[in-house]
T-cell receptor, first 115, second 113 residues
Framework: AQSVTQPDIHITVSEGASLELRCNYS??????LFWYVQSPGQGLQLLLK??????LVQGIKGFEAEFKRSQSSFNLRKPSVHWSDAAEYFC?????????????FGKGTKLSVIP | GAGVSQSPSNKVTEKGKDVELRCDPI?????LYWYRQSLGQGLEFLIY????????KSGLPSDRFSAERTGGSVSTLTIQRTQQEDSAVYLC???????????FGPGTRLTVL
């Protein structure tokens, strides 16, 4: 069975500082990996995804993530955090099913940004 | 609107009552998912509809939970005889046949007193 671990429940960074959110997955085949962001009271928005090819993927809002197969990781990074980035971030792994993909989510990392 | 919509946005009910939560997916999307998000937890998969195929109900936590999707579009998640542990945010997502991106609705916050 697939699983996702986000080791950090809550991270606080200062505005302008760099950010790295950790994600480790367990999956028996080549994974499809996603990062979603959830702002308070909102649904989830896709930040970026990895299916194949270049292991460094760029997403929206200046985020990027790197797939490292040897470490079973897909960490999310941003070089300079903005106050508006305060939200909860979810890593997810997908598996193939009948034309679409079921996702298994981590428990999320809540990001707080200090002005 | 072009996004996934859910109603109601908030629902407060008494223990033992039945509730129905509605999801309107993006027009043309063939796949629809329901998830449950409890406080401090990630998203828990509940059920998945794909076109006219039989739904994948493997995530439903008990037989009090059921869902249907009429005409391949709107879906209703029903919880019978609600319990306090059913309190959570219920999220719906949809995706098209050849896309791997799930588009999420804003969710329904269910509170069972």
């Amino acid at each position: 069975a697939q699983s996702v671990t986000q080791p950090d429940i809550h991270i606080t960074v200062s505005e302008g500082a760099s950010l790295e959110l950790r994600c480790n997955y367990s999956y028996g085949a080549t994974p499809y990996l996603f990062w979603y962001v959830q702002s308070p009271g909102q649904g989830l928005q896709l930040l970026l995804k990895y299916f194949s090819g270049d292991t460094l993927v760029q997403g929206i809002k200046g985020f990027e993530a790197e797939f490292k197969r040897s470490q079973s990781s897909f960490n999310l990074r941003k070089p300079s955090v903005h106050w508006s980035d305060a939200a909860e971030y979810f890593c997810a792994v997908g598996r193939s099913g009948a034309g679409s993909y079921q996702l298994t989510f981590g428990k999320g990392t809540k990001l707080s940004v200090i002005p | 609107g072009a996004g996934v919509s859910q109603s109601p946005s908030n629902k407060v009910t008494e223990k033992g009552k039945d509730v129905e939560l509605r999801c309107d997916p993006i027009s043309g999307h063939t796949a629809l998912y329901w998830y449950r998000q409890s406080l401090g937890q990630g998203l828990e998969f509940l059920i998945y509809f794909q076109g006219n195929s039989a739904p994948d109900k493997s995530g439903l936590p008990s037989d009090r939970f059921s869902a249907e999707r009429t005409g391949g579009s709107v879906s209703t998640l029903t919880i019978q005889r609600t319990q306090q542990e059913d309190s959570a945010v219920y999220l719906c997502a949809s995706t098209s046949d050849f896309s791997h991106e799930q588009f999420f609705g804003p969710g329904t916050r269910l509170t069972v007193l």
